[in-house]
């Protein structure tokens, strides 16, 4: 089959001589087509072979080009012609589009396409299609797009290399003499000569890497080291396949170099400042055990001593006098506080106890026991519904909740009884992608809300920062360190902790656990 169709009377555009001038047997896929709906008039032998059409698909009805296309796209084919009505040399002639064959198989091409004037009639279009055998998932829109893309790797971070192996000779794009300053592109390159761009150190694994692929038909994906011609170091990034003959014979090796210095010395770089910073840590929270530690010799002489002092002269002294003791005393509980405090913050980074199955309820009713004195005494009321089972610490837990509610009952409105709701739900996958969790572990989320005094929505974060107060001691007593021992526990279990003003209404705190440890590493460690 020469051509596919014929021109009927009517159409009156064309005689057969013409159409024989632009459609001819050659590998490209070409057609004619009407502008006004796109109907292929004519179409040369590749149509058939390469779309599966026959010439009895082409008569009565016909096909039409938007037969060919997904719908969303015919205003963009339309788009394409106007371009080129009003702009014959319009550089958006080039375009690809996926084609659907006859056996309903898209397949993207090239088009280009072309006015066609005939003895002043009205025009028609000649559409040359090129498959595009990149074997890519439609990587561009059109020939713009794709100069584009290789304009990204057309510097001197990129560059692409063959091996002919029979005759040991390797070709290299101009990314790779880029890269490789090497300034003469005259220079004779075998394996052996390429491979002495290669780092010493990482020599051995490169050749081995090429083997296996050669041996076994593998891709190598590989990163090293090469010291340039100028004698720079650099690190390399390399993807690389090896082609085969009809036989199956490995006779090339193709890929692509890529410079990736800059970007791993800035790894490295972030690298060595969290280590810097964890170290950093590590020392303070060390100095603050140490430091805690040693101040409890000093701190219990002080407040024996103030005691005996107390008692024993408690008649003799009056005004100014018993007014500095009471003040010594109370400094030395409040440091006492601190330091207890101090210790707590310090001993959850090193705690070494494993992981296990713990029962909230369970952990609920001990704090209760633990603050009954104070919860009775201020009228405390606390609702929960049943909580979760989950892998933590519970002595961590314990202290955790101990804390959210001694909060709550210390920030209490004047002549209010505190009252404490518990409320907990599974976090959906929605609320893991927003909290950046893994969607594949489950997590519960706790909320503590409370009726107190609230805070000011500014500070919801600071609260949890270790000695940041919002309040004068005088006002409500504490070391300022509760809140910052509660997102430390939180973290040490690999989850979060995030406070919400209620106006008017109080304060709610609420805490995010994952059900399982065994997939997750503690932040700390």
Avoid at 75 to 81: A, C, D, E
Avoid at 374 to 393: K, M, R, Y
Wanted: aromatic letters at 10%; hydrophobic letters at 40%.
């Amino acid at each position: 089959m020469q051509t596919l169709g014929a021109i009927d009377s009517n159409e009156g555009l064309l005689s057969r001589d013409e159409v024989w001038k632009y459609i001819n047997g050659g590998p490209a896929l070409l057609m004619i087509v009407r502008p006004a709906d796109l109907k292929i008039l004519y179409a040369n032998e590749q149509f058939e072979n390469y779309l599966g059409y026959t010439e009895a698909d082409l008569k009565g009805t016909g096909i039409f080009f938007t037969d060919l296309i997904r719908e969303h796209l015919h205003q963009r084919v339309q788009f394409q012609l106007t371009t080129l009505k009003s702009d014959p040399k319009a550089s958006t002639r080039y375009v690809l589009y996926p084609l659907k064959g006859k056996d309903g198989k898209e397949t993207p091409y090239y088009l280009y396409a072309s006015p066609i004037y005939a003895d002043g009639a009205t025009d028609v279009y000649s559409f040359v299609l090129h498959p595009d055998f990149s074997r890519w998932d439609m990587p561009f829109t059109s020939f713009n797009t794709r100069e584009l893309f290789l304009e990204q790797f057309n510097g001197e971070y990129f560059g692409t290399f063959e091996w002919i192996m029979d005759a040991d000779k390797v070709f290299w794009s101009a990314g790779v003499y880029h890269i490789y300053e090497v300034d003469d592109r005259q220079f004779v390159i075998n394996r052996t000569v390429a491979q002495q761009f290669i780092h010493p150190q990482d020599r051995e694994a490169a050749e081995k890497a090429t083997a296996n692929a050669v041996a076994n038909g593998t891709d190598v994906d590989f990163e090293y080291r090469i010291i340039t011609a100028k004698n720079k170091v650099k690190i390399i990034h390399s993807l690389a396949r090896v082609i085969k003959d009809h036989e199956g014979r490995p006779v090339k090796l193709i890929g692509s170099i890529r410079d990736v210095t800059e970007q791993r010395n800035i790894e490295q770089d972030l690298k060595n400042k969290v280590e810097e910073l964890n170290h950093s840590n590590r020392e303070l929270e060390e100095f603050a055990f140490v430091a805690s530690h040693d101040m409890q010799e000093p701190l219990r002489k002080i407040t024996t001593f103030s005691d005996r002092l107390s008692e024993k002269y408690k008649d003799v002294l009056a005004g100014d006098g018993l007014m500095y003791l009471s003040r010594m005393v109370a400094s030395a509980e409040n440091m006492r506080l601190l330091i207890n405090n101090l210790l707590d913050f310090s001993k959850i980074s090193k705690n070494k106890q494993p992981f296990e199955t713990v029962n909230l309820n369970l952990i609920l009713r001990q704090v209760k026991t633990d603050l009954e004195l104070v919860i009775e005494e201020t009228g405390t009321v606390i609702n929960s519904h049943s909580l979760p089972q989950i892998d933590a610490i519970s002595s961590q837990m314990k202290q955790l909740f101990a804390n959210i509610f001694s909060n709550a009952i210390k920030f209490r409105r004047a002549d209010v009884s505190p009252l404490i709701t518990i409320e907990t739900t599974r976090l959906s996958d929605d609320e893991k992608n927003r909290f950046e969790l893994p969607v594949h572990s489950d997590y519960y989320k706790i909320s503590v809300t409370d009726n107190g005094i609230g805070f000011e929505e500014e500070y919801s974060t600071r609260i949890f920062q270790v000695f940041q107060r919002l309040h004068g001691k005088s006002e409500y007593p504490g070391s300022g360190i509760g809140l910052a021992i509660c997102k430390k526990i939180l973290e040490y279990h690999h989850g979060l902790i995030f406070a919400e003003n209620i106006p008017g209404a109080g304060a709610r705190f609420v805490f995010i656990l994952p059900e399982r440890q065994d997939t997750l590493k503690p932040i700390s460690e």
